[in-house]
């Protein structure tokens, strides 16, 4: 599909910048494969207006994997309908826990901000969470005006990501509705071809550094009680205006 946005827009404002190949050698660590900036692939959840779960039609807690389930509407499975066999080792659900069906899709997501959990015990037994962006292609559906109100940043709930080399294949739209907090082991570098230097090969990809404080700098303003730095903010409002200015220029 052909861009419905002013094509290298970004680019320009961002000193022909938006998108980097990442060449950093810290990248072969086994320590740290993941920076912010960097863009991934990763599992993005998400779920429709209605929530489906399983509930027990014939269980046998001796065999669970011989009992049989029945899909439910989540709302006809109140706890207080259960039956008493809770726990589910099959499903690992606690007496407590809820079985919910959700949907995943592998799309991009923009790395942000490294997380440490060590909710688990053992005491420093640490799982690493990325708090990442998820950015989801236009399509068919949406008009231009839609896009080019992206590109103008005046949607809160979304920000403009446009196509590159390097950079994503198509344009789309990081949802910051969408924010999610995503395990290290689940995200994958989204990489593209760079001849550049001696070796030649597919590199990870991330944000230059204008870009990414343009990101952060809309998701304060969804979001006022982060506090950015002042560098970023006065960047980002100086993003913004830049941006208008040009798509006044073309009168669109």
């Known amino acids: 599909m052909r861009p419905k946005g002013i094509i290298s827009l970004y680019d320009y404002c961002c000193d022909n910048n938006f998108y980097e190949w990442f060449f950093s050698e810290e990248y072969k660590s086994r320590d740290q494969r993941i920076f912010p900036r960097l863009i991934c692939m990763a599992p993005v ?11 027990e039609e014939v269980f046998d807690p001796n065999e669970e994997r011989n009992s049989t389930w029945k899909i439910t509407d989540f709302d006809e499975g109140p706890r207080n309908s259960r039956l008493p066999h809770r726990p589910y080792k099959e499903f690992q659900l606690e007496k407590d826990d809820d079985l919910m069906v959700l949907k995943c899709k592998i ?26 962006l998820p950015i989801f292609s236009y399509r068919p559906r949406h008009p231009q005006s839609f896009v080019i109100s992206d590109q103008r940043l005046e949607a809160p709930i979304r920000f403009y990501f446009p196509p590159g080399t390097p950079g994503l ?35 990870p990809v991330k944000l230059g550094d204008y870009a990414f404080k343009a990101v952060v700098g809309h ?21 913004k205006e830049l941006v208008n200015e040009e798509i006044d220029k073309l009168s669109i």
């Open 107 to 132: 799309r991009p997501v923009l790395a942000i901000k490294e997380l440490k959990c060590d909710w688990r015990m053992p005491y420093k037994h640490f799982m690493k969470f990325w708090l990442c």
């Open 219 to 239: 998701l304060s303003k969804l979001l006022p009680e982060i506090e950015i730095s002042g560098s970023s903010k006065e960047w980002y409002d100086f993003f």
């Open 45 to 55: 959840y998400f779920k429709d207006d209605g929530i489906l779960t399983l509930k």
């Open 169 to 203: 294949a198509e344009e789309g739209a990081a949802l910051i509705s969408g924010l999610q907090c995503i395990p290290e082991r689940n995200l994958y570098p989204y990489k593209c071809f760079c001849d550049l230097g001696d070796t030649p090969m597919d590199r």
